[in-house]
T-cell receptor, first 118, second 113 residues
Framework: AQKVTQAQTEISVVEKEDVTLDCVYE???????LFWYKQPPSGELVFLIRRNSFDEQNEISGRYSWNFQKSTSSFNFTITASQVVDSAVYFCALSGLISNFGNEKLTFGTGTRLTIIP | EAQVTQNPRYLITVTGKKLTVTCSQNMNHEYMSWYRQDPGLGLRQIYY???????DKGDVPEGYKVSRKEKRNFPLILESPSPNQTSLYFC????????????FGNGTRLTVT
């Protein structure tokens, strides 16, 4: 079975600091996808990024960047120069192709609550 | 506007009283799914549907039913709600199964007393 671990339950940083949210995953599939979703205090869930297992290039989008490392089974998310609007719960998720190991599903981590202190 | 619409946003009910949470998407997505979110447990899948008339159990299906008679609608039915089903529920859809980004509804906060 696949598994996603977000060991950081809660993180608080002062505004303008950089912060990294960790995501470690386990899967037996060779082809899989990794995702990050954001849940702001208003409660909705918003898609941030998808990365497939064959693309290990890091991605940058404004103040957000993602570091995918297959060697350590990690897909970490860094916010540079954090802002109060970044306060949210962030979920990492993993999906795999239907394989000989059974129907893989989209598995979410338990989330990291990020609080940016003004 | 492309969206997933869930109703109601808030629902308080009593044990055993049947209820339905509706979910509708206007993006012609094949895949739809229901999740529940509980503190410390993240998002857990209840049921999913890969297409019309095709549904399957997720990780926590007990006590829930779904149907997919039309592509756009995927209601979640609690035939006899119990207090352990008090939770925040999300409906989601995607273009093509698990590997496509999910579009979520705004959530339904259900309290069963």
């Amino acid at each position: 079975a696949q598994k996603v671990t977000q060991a950081q339950t809660e993180i608080s940083v002062v505004e303008k600091e950089d912060v990294t949210l960790d995501c470690v995953y386990e899967t037996r599939d060779t082809t899989y996808y990794l995702f990050w979703y954001k849940q702001p205090p208003s409660g909705e869930l918003v898609f941030l990024i998808r990365r497939n297992s064959f693309d290990e290039q890091n991605e940058i989008s404004g103040r957000y960047s993602w570091n995918f490392q297959k060697s350590t089974s990690s897909f970490n998310f860094t916010i540079t120069a954090s802002q109060v609007v970044d306060s949210a719960v962030y979920f990492c998720a993993l999906s795999g192709l239907i394989s000989n190991f059974g129907n893989e599903k989209l598995t979410f981590g338990t989330g990291t609550r990020l609080t940016i202190i003004p | 506007e492309a969206q997933v619409t869930q109703n109601p946003r808030y629902l308080i009910t009593v044990t055993g009283k049947k209820l339905t949470v509706t979910c509708s998407q206007n993006m012609n997505h094949e895949y739809m799914s229901w999740y529940r979110q509980d503190p410390g447990l993240g998002l857990r899948q209840i049921y999913y549907s890969m297409n019309v008339e095709v549904t399957d159990k997720g990780d926590v299906p007990e006590g829930y039913k779904v149907s997919r008679k039309e592509k756009r609608n995927f209601p979640l039915i609690l035939e006899s709600p119990s207090p352990n089903q008090t939770s925040l529920y999300f409906c989601a859809s995607s273009r093509q199964g698990y590997n496509s980004p999910l579009h979520f509804g705004n959530g339904t906060r259900l309290t069963v007393t």
